[in-house]
């Protein structure tokens, strides 16, 4: 077969995986229905109890994305996450860039969390955000053999910016809000834990259901863009 044919080849077999692996990576859910999920990530962290209260005062649920190596030292504050009726994902083991990793290195990664994750909750996590919600098609392609979903957002509270108030939080989140939506939240900051009240009474206002991420999966497609 000639060479310049082989070389199409390749480059059809690399778009179409390419494109394959962006598929895996959900921002939304396709739905008329007024249901969103709020998750948070860099967890267990400071303010994941007085979110929990918050969650539980408000009757919401919520997926929670931890971090391996923090969940490790703070065990019985993960598990009480799930023990109050809330999702866990994988956040990774320690909070690398996947995009620059290697697949050993990403498998390291995985392998270690979903150990770790074992360990507390009797299970592994059956959905993925990768730190800083970036990844290259080649490890997003690896972490879809350990994963049902690998999650992105299509609301960003913007929370992990200093400038940002409780008050610009919610307004963030409230202006940009949509049936289906999935909100990037973080339990690491004070802000946002001043600002969740805020949203949950906003949305729940507006006539919108917060639920965990596998709820919100049924109720549409879920989407990439």
């Not at 249901?35 to 994941?48: E, I, N, R």
């Not at 209260?53 to 490790?72: H, P, R």
């Not at 400038?163 to 900051?189: C, D, F, R, W």
Request: aromatic share 10%; net charge positive; proline share 4%.
């Amino acid at each position: 077969m000639p060479k310049y044919i082989l070389a199409i080849l390749a480059l059809i077999i690399f778009i179409s995986t390419s494109f394959q692996a962006k598929e895996l990576q959900i921002k939304r859910v396709a739905t008329d229905k007024k249901v969103v999920a709020l998750t948070f990530d860099d967890g267990p962290g400071k303010y994941t109890t007085a979110i929990l209260k918050i969650l539980k005062n408000k009757n919401v649920k919520a997926t929670f994305f931890l971090v391996g190596n923090i969940a490790e030292r703070k065990a019985n504050l993960a598990f009480s996450i799930k023990e109050q009726g809330h999702e866990i994902g994988n956040h990774s083991y320690s909070h690398p860039l996947f995009r620059d990793l290697s697949i050993q290195q990403t498998n390291q990664e995985i392998t270690k969390s979903q150990s770790v994750f074992f360990n507390i909750f009797d299970e592994c996590p059956r959905l993925m955000r990768p730190s800083y919600g970036k990844c290259a098609f080649r490890v997003t392609r690896e972490l879809d053999k350990y994963f049902d979903h690998i999650v992105l957002w299509s609301v960003d509270s913007l929370d992990y910016r200093r400038y940002m108030t409780p008050q610009k939080i919610s307004k963030q989140v409230v202006l940009n809000i949509e049936p289906g939506a999935i909100v990037l939240l973080h339990e690491t900051y004070e802000r946002t834990l001043k600002a969740l009240p805020k949203i949950i009474n906003k949305l729940q206002a507006k006539g919108y259901k917060m639920v965990t991420l596998s709820e919100l999966f049924k109720y549409g497609d879920t989407l990439t863009k």
